[in-house]
């Protein structure tokens, strides 16, 4: 059956002693006092990888992710990492397609697939974000803009390799915003995320995918959100921020 996943994203945020007691404070509590099933993925700066993996490694449940990753294994790519490097350090996940990366750094659906390719290859799993823009939301285009995304990201790899991903839905409009999309307007994005995964690849691969929510979850909406059934978890921006919030979502898991 597919994991139930808490992953923080930090995004650009944090200097080193706060990174350094908010990944202490989570891991502590984590391996001290959590009872529950949810695992715990933290998606750090770069600089970070070393430092956070010295916190968290060997404590069974928590892991480690890249934000980003160069398509090409090695070469003259000035100010990049490679899916090696961040294995490298620790990390067994990484993010790709994050709608930030879309949308600031010009990352399209044929580069992602590419990312997608180096890290399965490097044996690092993929968290693939996609998610439509408030106005393609506007214009009745979600559901299209879900497709494309995922069929043009994803739908090249064979079942076993489609199987080692983790999806993660972030409506654009609902990122850093304060507004949620309402759980039922998740689950209609989720619902048809796992049924395009079934078509594509049948009910075993679709049933076992993993699919996060991500956009402004906070404690006080996480365990709504995660009561629909096709949401298994939440990709969480700036309430990852902030240990006594992280821990909150995670025990809404
Ligand atoms: P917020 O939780 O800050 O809205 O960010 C969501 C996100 O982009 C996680 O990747």
């Known amino acids: 059956m597919r994991k139930k996943i808490a992953a923080g994203n930090w995004k650009m945020n944090l200097l080193v002693d706060e990174a350094t007691s908010l990944a202490s404070a989570i891991t502590e509590w984590y391996s001290k006092q959590y009872q529950g099933e949810a695992e715990v993925i933290l998606a750090v700066p770069a600089p970070y990888l070393s430092l956070v993996h010295a916190i968290i490694g060997g404590h069974k449940g928590i892991y480690l992710a890249g934000q980003n990753v160069h398509q090409e294994a090695s070469g003259a790519y000035t100010g990049e990492n490679s899916a090696a490097m961040i294995a490298g350090v620790g990390a067994t996940h990484c993010l790709v397609g994050h709608s930030e990366r879309r949308q600031y750094f010009g990352e399209d659906n044929a580069l992602l697939a590419k990312k997608i390719d180096r890290l399965l290859a490097t044996g690092l799993v993929p968290i693939y974000c996609i ?102 978890g939440g990709l969480v921006g700036g309430a990852s921020l902030k240990a006594p919030d992280f821990i909150q979502i995670i025990q809404a898991l």
């Open 131 to 232: 998610g439509e823009s408030l106005q393609q939301r506007e214009a009745g285009q979600t559901l299209e803009v879900i497709r494309s995304q995922l069929s043009e990201g994803a739908f090249h790899l064979p079942a076993d390799a489609f199987g080692q991903l983790i999806v993660a839905y972030e409506p654009v409009w609902a990122i850093g915003t304060g507004v949620t999309a309402t759980p039922e307007q998740a689950q209609e994005v989720h619902a048809y995320i796992r049924s395009l995964i079934e078509g594509q690849y049948g009910p075993s691969v679709a049933a076992n995918t993993s699919v996060l929510y991500g956009g402004s979850v906070k404690p006080a909406n996480a365990a709504a959100l995660f009561a629909q059934p096709d949401i298994d």
